[in-house]
Structures are given as C-alpha cells and as structure tokens.
C-alpha cells in the first residue's frame, strides 16, 4: 500500500521560511513523478513545484526563485524549501505522485495523495 505523510507546516511571518517534508512508503520515488499542491478553500487545487522520476524540477511563477523541490530517492521522501513566504502562501499543502517520468501534470492524474498539511504566513 503506497502512503505519503506530509510534515512541516506551520505558521510563519511574512519573509520567513518553511520546509515541508512528504514522506512515502510502499514504492521507490525513483518510479515517481511528483508534484507539492495547494489549495485554499473555495478554489482550485493548484501546482506548486513539481519534479519527474529523474529529479528535475518546474515551479509555478508565483514561487519560482523562492521555493526548490528536492526528490530523495535515498530516503524515499520529498521536499519543498519555502522561503521569503508571503501571506499568499497561505494554503493547505498537498504532496502527490504517479508512477510514470511526466511532471506538471493535472491534480487529477496524479494517483496517490498526502492528507495536506496547513502553511499559514500572517503578521
């Protein structure tokens, strides 16, 4: 059974920094491609950095040169360094994955799922 256990959120003042981990067990993430989302209630789940199964990143503009994807295929885990955060951040955060090398894909074609974690940036 594949599970992905997202840690890490928390609350944070504008310009501070967070570090999510998302943790997956029952699969290799060298067979992964995998993607952060995130969503605030009432819109759309969308993606936020993404790597495919060789580990190169993409991110949305809106966090480029702020946020890096890191994929560890040692650990098993993925990870997204958030720094400089601003109160658009603000989310819940997903962690995703599929089997197969194509990154940015769709929510919906992603096949297993964290339980979301919650990033607040406020002053």
């Known amino acids: 059974q594949v599970q992905l256990v997202e840690s890490g959120g928390g609350s944070v003042q504008p310009g501070g920094s967070l570090r999510l981990t998302c943790a997956i067990s029952?699969?290799?993430?060298?067979?992964?491609?995998m993607c952060w989302f995130r969503q605030v209630p009432g819109k759309s789940r969308d993606n936020v950095a993404s790597?495919?199964?060789?580990?190169?990143?993409f991110y949305t503009w809106r966090v480029e040169g702020r946020f890096t994807v890191t994929k560890d295929n040692d650990k098993n885990t993925l990870s997204l360094q958030m720094n400089n955060l601003r109160p658009e951040d603000t989310a819940t955060y997903y962690c995703?994955?599929?089997?197969?090398?194509?990154?940015?894909?769709?929510?919906?074609?992603?096949?297993?799922w964290g339980q979301g974690i919650q990033v607040t940036v406020s002053s």
């Open positions: 995703a994955a599929r089997e197969g090398s194509a990154a940015w894909l769709d929510a919906e074609d992603y096949d297993y």
């Open positions: 029952g699969i290799p993430t060298s067979r992964l491609s």
């Open positions: 790597v495919d199964t060789d580990g190169k990143p």
